[in-house]
């Protein structure tokens, strides 16, 4: 396991299998200081089962590509959708590091 710091916040990176690196976890705080916009979504089911509601992260990018990041796993994948907004691709983003350097690439210069 490797451990590093942005600005003040431990960002840890884990290694699975085979010592391939896993994808770093990446704070709520973070993605939200990164521009990310929470959804609140209700569905009593879910509630239900987990006693909370459950929420959407994203960053819009393009019409079709935005940044997901996942609440559970505290990951962010890339998506791409196509006109009827199903998912056609998914990229993992592996560091927090490769997270700014997506986001640098989409933006308005």
Known sequence: MVTCT???I??????GKNNKM???KIDYKI???LGFEREDQTDSIFYD???FNWFIVTKKLTKRT???WDCNTRTV???RIDKNHNIIGSLDIESFQKL???INFFKDK
């Not at 431990?10 to 290694?15: E, G, N, R, S």
Request: net charge negative; glycine share 8%.
């Open 10 to 15: 431990i960002l840890v990176q884990y290694y």
């Open 22 to 24: 896993a994808q770093e």
């Open 6 to 8: 942005h600005h003040g």
């Open 66 to 68: 935005y940044l997901d």
């Open 77 to 79: 994948a890339l998506k």
């Open 31 to 33: 993605v939200i200081d």
């Open 49 to 51: 089962q987990y006693g």
């Open 100 to 102: 700014e350097n997506v």
